[in-house]
């Protein structure tokens, strides 16, 4: 999906939870090869949602995997997010 065809509330919320990972990552010291590893998804998959390239979004699961890596449940990973 290209970001020309994703709502532009959709992209807010994409670039929260990329920037949310990327620093909770960064704050434990991981890099995203480590990260990868954590989650037990690709490393490409981590660049992918950090960088929030739109044509590689992550899926659900792998979503979940990244979440389930730091250790928050869902509603603590999400407060706050619009």
């Not at 990552?25 to 480590?34: I, P, S, V, Y």
Request: hydrophobic fraction near 35%; glycine fraction near 4%.
């Amino acid at each position: 999906m290209s970001k020309k065809n994703i709502p532009e509330h959709q992209l807010t919320r994409i670039e929260e939870i990329s920037l949310f990972i990327k620093n909770w990552r960064l704050n434990e010291g991981l890099t995203q090869k480590e990260f990868s590893e954590l989650a037990n998804v690709h490393v490409n998959s981590i660049y992918n949602l950090e960088n929030q390239n739109y044509s590689n979004t992550p899926n659900l699961i792998t979503l979940l995997n990244c979440i389930d890596a730091t250790g928050l449940t869902l509603s603590q990973f999400f407060e706050g997010m619009n």
